[in-house]
């Protein structure tokens, strides 16, 4: 699923594990991330966020997609921060999951927390 993710490899994230339900992915910030204020754009941990929720919910054989989505923004992110989201599924139903991601910076303290709800669809990956 990663080497066809367009976006993610784009952003610069790299897969650093993924397993059962749980991903790990890490992004260095780059100039071009930052908003008008001079720190990361929003967007940016949002994106990275979503990506490690993505990869976490599909480890599970099914196709999955997100239908909703929150985040909390908890400290400024600035240009060459090396930022790791860690994803860890709460709930594995049949139909709907539950994913809790924490974003952290190189000193492990926190940017972000992302909650993540997906939807299992019947289709399984080959």
Known sequence: ???NDLFSRWMGMELVTV???????????RA????GFGVAHGGITFSLADSAFAFACNSSGRHTVSIHCTVEHVAPVFENDVLTAEAVEEHLGNA????A???????GSAVAFFRGVAFRKKQVWE
């Open 1 to 3: 699923m990663y080497d």
């Open 19 to 29: 397993g059962a339900g749980a991903c790990t992915l890490r992004m260095t910030v």
């Open 32 to 35: 071009e991330m930052l908003n």
């Open 96 to 99: 709907v999951s539950n994913y």
């Open 101 to 107: 991601i924490r974003v952290t910076k190189q000193d």
